[in-house]
């Protein structure tokens, strides 16, 4: 491809959509000015240039075409915008702009108001809000978002129910129901008491090394590390 003087790459006519006009190469006199939509000779680049005018341009984009025909089917194909039919220079700015879009089902709408509508097709969460193709992506994602795996109880923050209402066991990284779970959890894995001194310890391993430096009971953990 080659470009114009300005720099703009020129599209396979030959046409700079910078300058809005047909670049040609022209070494000297002698040289044939080829028309490169219906591939005419000219020996005179003046003739050459208004013939190009006998081929019709597009009002959208200003490039040129064989017939008319050939320019309805281009701005059919490229102008009309497929929701509303009107004709842009950029149909897919125009899109983007003017039609509001459904991820969910990937499909424009003509206007708001029909988009909304629309919208109440796909199921809403009760939790957070956000909309789901169907009703099986709703009760999946509630389960994984909204279901706290602790009590079963459903909630819009689960993370922040669970931190306020569950007790945490830091040895174990363990949630429980309640206090009374969690109080029964420690005296049953982490009450370990002295039976020289009464003291209590939460795990076995500090419970005999205790022993061992307050009552000279040889502490098993040491020998299994050595």
Same mark, same amino acid.
């Given at each position: 491809?080659? !470009?114009?003087?300005?720099?703009?790459?020129?599209?396979?006519?030959?046409?700079?959509?910078?300058?809005?006009?047909?670049?040609?190469?022209?070494?000297?006199?002698?040289?044939?000015?080829?028309?490169?939509?219906?591939?005419?000779?000219?020996?005179?680049?003046?003739?050459?240039?208004?013939?190009?005018?006998?081929?019709?341009?597009?009002?959208?984009?200003?490039?040129?075409?064989?017939? +008319?025909?050939?320019?309805?089917?281009?701005?059919?194909?490229?102008?009309?915008?497929?929701?509303?039919?009107?004709?842009?220079?950029?149909?897919?700015?125009?899109?983007?702009?003017?039609?509001?879009?459904?991820?969910?089902?990937?499909?424009?709408?003509?206007?708001?108001?029909?988009?909304?509508?629309?919208?109440?097709?796909?199921?809403?969460?009760?939790?957070?809000? !956000?909309?789901?193709?169907?009703?099986?992506?709703?009760?999946?994602?509630?389960?994984?978002?909204?279901?706290?795996?602790?009590?079963?109880?459903?909630?819009? !923050?689960?993370? +922040?129910?669970?931190?306020?209402?569950?007790?945490?066991?830091?040895?174990?990284?363990?949630?429980?129901?309640?206090?009374?779970?969690? +109080?029964?959890?420690?005296?049953?894995?982490?009450?370990?008491?002295?039976?020289?001194?009464?003291?209590?310890?939460?795990?076995?391993? @500090?419970? +005999?090394?205790?022993?061992?430096?307050?009552? @000279?009971?040889?502490?098993?953990?040491?020998?299994?590390?050595?």
């Amino acid at each position: 491809m080659r !470009n114009c003087k300005c720099g703009t790459q020129l599209d396979s006519k030959g046409y700079c959509h910078h300058c809005q006009q047909y670049i040609v190469s022209y070494k000297n006199k002698t040289d044939f000015e080829e028309c490169s939509i219906c591939n005419k000779r000219f020996r005179d680049f003046s003739d050459y240039m208004d013939h190009l005018k006998n081929h019709p341009k597009c009002d959208y984009c200003q490039e040129r075409f064989l017939s +008319e025909d050939a320019l309805k089917k281009h701005i059919e194909s490229n102008h009309k915008c497929p929701i509303c039919n009107e004709y842009y220079c950029s149909v897919s700015k125009h899109l983007v702009m003017a039609h509001p879009y459904c991820e969910l089902c990937e499909k424009r709408f003509l206007n708001w108001d029909i988009f909304k509508e629309h919208m109440k097709d796909h199921p809403k969460c009760e939790y957070c809000g !956000n909309n789901f193709q169907d009703k099986i992506h709703l009760d999946s994602h509630i389960l994984e978002k909204h279901q706290c795996h602790v009590c079963n109880q459903y909630f819009s !923050n689960v993370g +922040e129910h669970i931190r306020e209402q569950h007790p945490f066991c830091n040895i174990c990284i363990q949630y429980f129901f309640d206090e009374k779970s969690y +109080e029964q959890h420690n005296l049953q894995e982490h009450t370990h008491q002295c039976t020289y001194c009464d003291k209590i310890f939460k795990l076995k391993a @500090n419970l +005999e090394e205790h022993k061992s430096n307050s009552h @000279n009971v040889v502490n098993p953990w040491r020998r299994i590390e050595s």
